[in-house]
């Protein structure tokens, strides 16, 4: 039998993974191959960050029963429970006062790392924002002075169609309207 997301699996441009990514919430009943999890975990590792701090751990999870139970850190976190792995995204609290805003932005290019491998990979993957914290804390047992402010869910896409599906029209704003020459 032929594997659905070989295609997709093919090595693609960074062009392209970022002009076909999209958000993948349903996922097939299945694990992912260890190979691809490392490429992802990777990914995340090799992002990035600023002064080179690299101020980020990652929890991975994929016993069924803990990605139910951690589908409840948020009123849209629901797709955590059919994800083969969600990835928690764990930092030093980015809300103390001595925390510069640059956590979050170096957690944000980790994630985009890992989301754009998957996709070059055939996996689908969607970010879940904790709500949450205490139970978010509770099931993933970081040390009280990190935060999970996100999670991300990672699958092959149940509607293998989903990896080569284009682009819905108009679902991005028009480069001339978001891009200022110099000044606003």
Known sequence: M???????????SVHDAISTKRMVRSFADRPLEPDHLVR?????????????????D????????????LAAVGPWA????GAAVAIALVTPDPTAADSPLSVLFDLGMAAGNMMLEAWEL???????????HDLARHLLGH????HCEYLISFG?????ADIG???KAGGRQALTDIVHDERW
């Open 40 to 56: 992802i975990l990777n990914a995340g590792r090799r992002a990035a960050s600023s002064k080179n701090l690299q101020r980020w």
């Open 58 to 69: 990652f929890i991975v999870c994929r016993d069924r029963d803990h990605l139910r139970e």
């Open 78 to 81: 629901g797709h955590l429970a």
């Open 2 to 12: 032929t594997d659905p997301t070989a295609a997709a699996a093919t090595t693609m």
């Open 165 to 167: 599906r284009p682009n």
């Open 156 to 160: 092959y896409p149940a509607d293998p």
């Open 122 to 132: 055939g996996i689908g993957s969607v970010p879940a924002t904790v709500y949450e």
């Open 143 to 146: 040390p009280a002075d990190r």
